[in-house]
Each structure stands twice: as structure tokens, then as C-alpha cells.
């Protein structure tokens, strides 16, 4: 069903993406195909769910659903920033705009529950993906803390030798790519304070991804407007996004439980 339901999102694309004028073709084309991609996930994780017929099927299938939740989640920003920089032609721009996001927002849905029932029936099954001590998790997380810090500087870096070669008129666009290259440097070392599978649950890691999405239409304009440099700027700012939804996803497979944190009981640690 998921799948039928994917390809009719993918469908829903490609007509409004043939019948929508704009005055940046190649923008709309971005979008579109970003758009379509983010639809065929949904496509593949129901192809694959289709193919579970019992929880051992689930937990071997598990790392594919994963990955292509990882994928839907990670380039529904890029269509989100390709679509704030579409200049439509015509009337009624919003009704447009709800017309290409609706399909693929509820694509990224679609990935995103597909998985997180998949996850609960490994977890029904086998019990925590990890043991309840959570003493093999923390030093993985701990790692993986370690690594976001490293390559948020890295690109946060990056971003800041672009800023300082870009006209004053864009500063204020640059200090959002500064924001969200430097929201992997946070959670790292958030999590780098992690000592057990308890704490390692209460890192609200999803919050860093409104970080992008709050900055969509400046991250767009700047790209836009800077030509090759703006290019390599979306480019280390898309980075920093891939960074955060891998550590949303590795953050969650390690935790074993996918809930919002706020609701997990506080547990003191016995020393």
C-alpha cells in the first residue's frame, strides 16, 4: 500500500512540476527532481516493508528502511531550499507552493512512520536493540559525538572563508549557513556527555534539525545570489544536515526506543 501511495506522490510531482510557470526553469527542475526522489523512498521502504513477513525478516531488513528513511529525510531539505527559491509566474503562488510540498512532505511521513514500525516490531520482538545497561551504546555515541564535532568544524570553517569573501549585502544571509554548520559542533559535544542508553534517550537530537529549516529561504538567496561560491556554500551547509539526520537516526537505532524524550523517566545511574 505504501508503495502505491509513493507512487502516486512521485506522480503528483511531475504534473505540477510540468504544469507550474516560473522564470528559473533550472530551479524548478532541482525541485522537482529533489521532490521525486524524496517520493521514490517512499516507493522502496514500501517495496521492502511489503517484503517482512515475520520479525526476524524485519530485524534483517531493518538497515535498509533505515537508510532510506536517512535519504527521505535528508533531501526533503534540499527540496525545501529549492522550492523557497522558485520565483512562480501567475496567481495564487501559495495554492502552487502547498501543491509541491503537500506530496512530499507526506512522502517524508510515509518513510518516517514506515520505519519507526518496523523499529517497534524489532524491538517487540527482540527486546532493546541494545542491552539495558547501555553499556556498548554510550562509548558508539560518545564516538559518534566525537565525529560531529571534527567535521562540524571542518565545515563550519568552510563556511566562514566564504563568508569573509562575500559582499557585505549577504552577511546577514551567511550567519544562518554559520548556524546550521555549527549545530553538528553542539550536538557533539551533547552527546559526547553521554554515559548510559538512559541519557543517550533524553538528547532531544531531532530539535538541531529546526536549525535548517529555519534558515531555508536565506541559505536558498544566498546560493542564489553568489554564484560558484553559493554553490559550495549550500553545498557544506547540505553537509551539516546529513551529519544531523545520521546522528538523529544512529542516536535512535543505539538507544533502542524512539519516543520523544521528554517522556523518558529520568534513571539515576548507579556508580
Not at 523512498?41 to 533505515?66: N, P, T
Request: with cysteine; net charge positive; hydrophobic share 60%.
Amino acid at each position: 500500500m505504501q508503495a502505491v501511495v509513493g507512487l502516486v506522490l512521485v506522480a503528483w510531482v511531475v504534473v505540477v512540476a510540468a504544469l507550474v510557470k516560473v522564470e528559473n526553469t533550472q530551479v524548478l527542475v532541482a525541485t522537482a527532481v529533489s521532490g521525486a526522489f524524496v517520493c521514490s523512498c517512499a516507493v522502496a521502504s514500501g517495496v521492502v516493508a511489503a517484503r517482512l513477513v515475520d520479525a526476524a525478516a524485519a530485524a534483517r531488513l531493518r538497515h535498509v528502511i533505515v537508510v532510506l528513511e536517512g535519504a527521505s529525510l535528508a533531501t526533503f531539505f534540499a527540496f525545501y531550499w529549492f522550492l523557497s527559491g522558485v520565483d512562480l509566474l501567475g496567481n495564487y503562488p501559495l495554492v502552487v507552493l502547498l501543491a509541491f510540498a503537500v506530496p512530499v512532505l507526506g512522502a517524508v511521513l510515509l518513510s518516517v512512520y514506515g520505519s519507526r514500525a518496523v523499529h517497534l516490531i524489532v524491538a517487540a520482538e527482540s527486546g532493546p536493540l541494545v542491552p539495558d545497561s547501555g553499556a556498548d551504546a554510550a562509548p558508539r555515541i560518545r564516538v559518534l559525538g566525537t565525529v560531529l564535532v571534527v567535521v562540524g568544524v571542518a565545515l563550519s570553517v568552510g563556511v566562514s572563508a566564504i563568508v569573509l569573501t562575500a559582499p557585505s549585502r549577504l552577511l546577514v544571509l551567511d550567519v544562518f549557513g554559520l548556524v546550521v554548520t555549527f549545530a553538528p559542533v553542539l550536538l557533539g559535544v551533547s552527546l559526547g556527555r553521554v554515559r548510559d542508553v538512559y541519557s543517550a534517550r533524553r538528547k532531544n537530537v531531532g530539535a538541531y534539525l529546526l536549525l535548517p529549516i529555519a534558515g531555508g529561504f536565506a541559505l536558498t538567496k544566498f546560493a542564489s545570489l553568489a554564484g560558484a561560491a553559493g554553490m559550495l556554500f549550500g553545498a557544506l551547509v547540505f553537509g551539516a544536515v546529513v551529519l544531523l539526520v545520521i546522528a538523529l537516526l544512529v542516536v535512535r537505532e543505539y538507544a533502542g526506543v524512539w519516543d520523544r524524550p521528554w517522556r523518558e523517566p529520568k534513571r539515576k545511574v548507579s556508580s
